[in-house]
């Protein structure tokens, strides 16, 4: 009610910081009702909903998995990024 257009707001960089800061507390919440456990540890794998193309979604992952562990070393990284991402955005990588 009183939108002009049904399209959602965007404004660039300040787009991508909501984005991550809902990220931040969806995953403080759920967190949360995994009585402590981080998703990482119990999903296969991870699937993030974005209109901003595979760098967003990339960014997002890298964030969840630095709130997880935030010692994180570069070659476990990317074997979670690998493992629990890359499947999920094949698609997403081709389209953009």
């Given at each position: 009610v009183g939108w002009h257009d049904m399209a959602p707001i965007t404004?660039?960089?300040?787009s991508v910081e909501c984005y991550l800061d809902a990220l931040d507390a969806c995953h403080s919440t759920l967190r949360q009702k995994l009585n402590g456990r981080g998703p990482l540890e119990v999903t296969d794998l991870n699937v993030f909903h974005t209109g901003g193309g595979y760098h967003i979604v990339r960014k997002a992952f890298e964030r969840l998995v630095r709130a997880e562990n935030k010692g994180i070393k570069p070659d476990e990284k990317e074997r979670l990024l690998q493992e629990?991402?890359?499947?999920s955005v094949s698609i997403l990588k081709i389209i953009g």
């Open positions: 404004d660039g960089k300040y629990k991402l890359i499947p």
